[in-house]
């Protein structure tokens, strides 16, 4: 048996080890099953790619980038959900 180390921040470690509770397995399990994976795929078991967003998921991601918490175009959730009523041509 050997031992490997590696960093992560606080957060990542502990939503990981309380989705892999969950699922009843350990982070040295759900670490062992990756290299496993990634043998057995010849890379990583997983698709690496930069994600694309339309232009409306760009825009709402700089306002959240800019207001830091504090409310997109400072609009209310009613007038939130009115303008995506209105970008959808929804009339519900």
């Given amino acids: 048996m050997s031992t490997i180390q590696f960093r992560t921040d606080d957060i990542t470690k502990s939503q990981a080890n309380l989705i892999f509770g969950q699922l ?3 982070m ?4 062992n099953m990756f290299l ?5 795929h010849g890379g990583l078991p997983f698709e690496l790619r930069i ?10 991601l700089a306002d959240a980038q800019q207001s ?6 400072g609009v209310s959730a009613k007038e939130a959900l009115a303008q995506l ?3 959808d041509g929804d009339d519900e």
Wanted: proline share 3%; charged share 30%.
């Fill in 28 to 31: 040295s399990d759900a670490l």
């Fill in 24 to 26: 009843g397995i350990t």
């Fill in 36 to 40: 496993k994976q990634s043998i057995l």
């Fill in 51 to 60: 994600p694309r967003y339309n232009q409306t998921t760009l825009a709402a």
């Fill in 68 to 73: 830091k918490g504090k409310g997109i175009r």
């Fill in 85 to 87: 009523k209105e970008d």
